[in-house]
Structures are given as structure tokens and as C-alpha cells.
């Protein structure tokens, strides 16, 4: 009987021993899901910094005349500021970031120098507008995203030039202009849906020949050939539609 009464006793404990455990297991908290940020999905935004475009000015036409060799004038930055708004998709694939954007702003890029070919004259550059059509790559790190793009661009510039001494205008011009862009940045979501970026990029816009019209005459007064590359610096706020993030255990 003694026997008997000691095994019933193991068995009890071992049975207590064994709901404890599978207690402690289904206690045992389970970790919560980590938010992963997705950037797939439509977006629009708004941007502002500045710019700088570098033009020289090589004459090669003074009044129906042409000049040959051409002569150089010159070269100066046209600096100021922009500000303009992008649309824009993306699709993500684990870390990769796929995306194509256009983008358009104001621009007021204004320089000058004085001519080296024309004794008291001074030839002035603005940059009015640009527009930027633009595919990208880039890595993801949750809410972190760095990337590059490439594409055309476009330019509307408006030229001319006045007597240094007096300011009176002799001459002007105009073009729009297309070219490259190339470009890099960096984006931090900020909250479900918002971001910001920092963003670089610089237009290879070319050289193009450029005819300038007397203000007095409307007559043809100059052909210059003009060179102009562009680095503009942006901050960028975006707002994407869509799943701002996905549960991952």
C-alpha cells in the first residue's frame, strides 16, 4: 500500500510539474509586430532653395554680320532662388525603390557680366523656369530613403544687354531650352504619409546660338552662342497616398 500511495504521489507532482510548464509557455508575451515603412504609391509635393546657372557668351553674328572666329564675351553665374511643386510614383521591391517624377518651378536665376567684345555694355542672363522629367532608383532603410535620378530637363531663359554707364537697354533674347539632369537626395519619413528631402541636381543644358533683337528696331542685333549648366539645392515635402506602413513579426 505504501508503494502504491508513492507512485499516486510522483504521478501528482509530475502532472502539477508539466501544467506549470505548459503555463509558462502560453504566458511567455509575445513580441510586437515592427512597423516597416513602405514607400510604394502616388505622391505630390511642394520644394524651395536656390540655383546657380553658369552661362558664357561667345558672339558669332553683330548685325547680320557674321564673326568668325567667334569672340568671347564673357561668362557669369545667374543665382537666386525657386520654388515649384513634383508629382510623382514609386513602387518598392524589398529595399529597392523604383520611381518616376516630373517636376516644375519659378525660377529667378539673374547674373551678368560686362562684355569683353563691347566697350560699355553688359550682358545679363535670367533663368525664369525649369521642368524636370525624371526616372529614380533608390535603397530603402525602413523610413530612410537614399536615391539617384536621371532624365531630361528643361529651361525658359531670357537674355540681354543695356549700356553699362546709363542702364539703357540696346538688345534682348529668349529660348526654351532642353538638356540633362542628373541628380541624388536623401528622404526621411516623417509620418505615416509626409516626408522630406534634401535634394541635389545639375542641368547639362548644352549650347545653343541665341538671336538678340534691338528694343529700338526689332531688328536682328547679335547672335550669341550660350553655354549654361544649372546646380540647384531643394528641400522637398511630399505626401504619399496610400498604406503608410506594414506590420512585420
Request: aromatic fraction near 12%; charged fraction near 15%; charge should be negative.
Given at each position: ?10 504521478l ?13 509557455v ?34 558669332i ?9 567667334a ?29 518616376l517624377?516630373?517636376?516644375g518651378?519659378w525660377?529667378?536665376?539673374t ?29 530603402a ?8 535620378k536621371?532624365g ?12 553699362t ?24 519619413g516623417f509620418?505615416?504619409?509626409?516626408s ?17 533683337y534691338l ?5 536682328l542685333s547679335?547672335?550669341?552662342r550660350?553655354?549654361q ?10 505626401y504619399r ?6 506590420a512585420?513579426?
Open positions: 500500500m505504501k508503494k502504491i500511495a508513492l507512485a499516486a504521489a510522483i501528482t507532482l509530475s502532472a502539477g510539474s508539466s501544467s506549470a510548464a505548459d503555463m509558462a502560453k504566458a511567455r508575451p509575445v513580441p510586437p509586430p515592427v512597423a516597416v515603412y513602405n514607400w510604394t504609391g502616388f505622391y505630390v509635393g511642394i520644394n524651395g532653395g536656390g540655383g546657380s546657372a553658369h552661362k558664357c557668351w561667345d558672339l553674328n553683330n548685325l547680320g554680320v557674321a564673326v568668325v572666329p569672340v568671347p564675351e564673357g561668362c557669369h553665374n545667374a543665382t537666386g532662388g525657386t520654388i515649384g511643386g513634383q508629382i510623382g510614383y514609386r513602387w518598392q521591391a524589398s529595399n529597392w525603390v523604383f520611381g517624377e516630373a517636376q518651378n525660377a529667378d536665376f547674373g551678368s557680366n560686362s562684355s569683353l567684345f563691347f566697350a560699355d555694355v553688359t550682358d545679363r542672363t535670367k533663368v525664369e523656369a525649369f521642368g524636370l522629367f525624371t526616372g529614380q532608383i533608390g535603397y532603410i525602413n523610413n530612410l530613403l537614399l536615391y539617384v536621371g531630361a530637363a528643361v529651361a525658359s531663359d531670357k537674355y540681354n544687354t543695356y549700356t554707364s546709363t542702364g539703357v537697354g540696346i538688345d534682348s533674347g529668349s529660348e526654351t531650352r532642353w538638356g540633362g539632369v542628373v541628380g541624388a537626395g536623401v528622404e526621411f509620418a505615416p504619409n509626409w522630406v528631402a534634401f535634394e541635389y541636381d545639375h542641368l547639362f543644358m548644352g549650347t545653343r546660338d541665341v538671336s538678340s528694343i529700338t528696331t526689332g531688328a547679335a547672335i550669341d550660350i553655354s549648366d544649372v546646380d540647384i539645392g531643394t528641400v522637398r515635402i511630399n497616398f496610400g498604406g503608410p506602413v506594414v512585420k513579426y
